[in-house]
């Protein structure tokens, strides 16, 4: 079976790592986690009292060509030797980390979801969308306890190029994610929502797409009125029905879907009980599109 890649984007101290970790250990056929923090450039060339002062939040300050062609070669079930990065020093160490091939590989960093030679092979795409105040309060916890730094130090980078490279650069790569999650919430509620996003079909389904002529509007009916969760800004999800919505005026569409709990859905949606025996039943959301729920087998 060919692997599946999995991207995980969002701000310093967002929770990506954890994220990751928490769903490697829950993923069959013991998957990989690949950190884009290995990729940064060794700057042995650079004298070393310079080495901090270097912007590493830009993402210039990555390999990409390199993380490009072992995204491809992890694609296509092939071994890779990831770099390991010596935040020390600033350079790379001669010895590397094996990746085997593995049916799921979990690909996180700031910028997973930046470059279009890695998105081409991301099954799914996950953006962690996080208070910058958290996100800071985060990132000098770890950088004192992990990296030996000073309060004064963390503080400088994180006003000089933290924040501003991720408003620039990380939160704009938050419109190419197929879910977008909330990293200020507990843990484990996060994790549950990103396995019920991952659950078979998840991993085969196309997302039907309806032209609207509001996707906000849109996005905003299906999760205030019909219960459906926003996991992106285009995108809504319920059950194991996922729509996407696209600027346009097309004649409205009319939609078959898959649903379990027929009974439940029609309940909630129709504030009424369905027959029993009942297989499917249709309506019209708030462009006129037809939506016809149809019970899985």
Not at 90 to 96: G, K, V
Not at 249 to 261: F, I, K, Q, Y
């Amino acid at each position: 079976m060919k692997p599946f890649l999995i991207g995980i984007a969002g701000r310093s101290g967002a929770g990506k790592s954890e994220i990751a970790r928490q769903l490697a250990s829950w993923l069959p056929g013991n998957p990989s986690v690949v950190s884009l923090d290995s990729y940064y450039f060794a700057m042995d060339d650079v004298p070393l009292e310079e080495r901090g002062k270097r912007n590493f939040d830009h993402p210039g300050s990555l390999d990409w060509d390199l993380i490009a062609e072992h995204v491809a070669a992890l694609a296509r079930g092939e071994r890779i030797e990831e770099p390991i990065y010596i935040f020390a020093t600033h350079t790379r160490s001669r010895e590397t980390k094996p990746i085997p091939p593995a049916k799921y590989i979990i690909l996180e960093g700031l910028f997973a979801l930046h470059d279009e030679r890695v998105r081409q092979h991301l099954g799914a795409k996950i953006f962690i969308e996080t208070p910058d105040g958290v996100c800071y309060e985060r990132r000098k916890e770890r950088d004192v306890i992990e990296r030996g730094r000073t309060v004064p130090d963390i503080e400088r980078q994180y006003a000089e190029t933290v924040r501003p490279m991720a408003e620039q650069y990380v939160v704009p790569s938050s419109q190419h994610a197929d879910l977008v999650l909330r990293g200020d919430i507990p843990l484990a509620e996060t994790i549950a929502i990103v396995k019920a996003f991952l659950q078979p079909p998840a991993f085969l389904r196309v997302a039907p797409v309806l032209r609207v002529p509001d996707v906000a509007a849109t996005v905003a009916y299906y999760a205030g009125t019909l219960g459906f969760l926003k996991i992106a800004p285009d995108t809504v999800l319920r059950d194991s029905v996922e729509i996407r919505f696209e600027m346009g005026n097309d004649v409205p569409a009319h939609l078959r879907l898959a649903v379990t709990e027929i009974e439940k859905l029609h309940r909630e949606m129709m504030g009424s009980e369905c027959k029993i025996g009942t297989k499917e039943f249709s309506m019209q959301d708030c462009n006129g599109a037809t939506l016809t729920f149809v019970a899985s087998a």
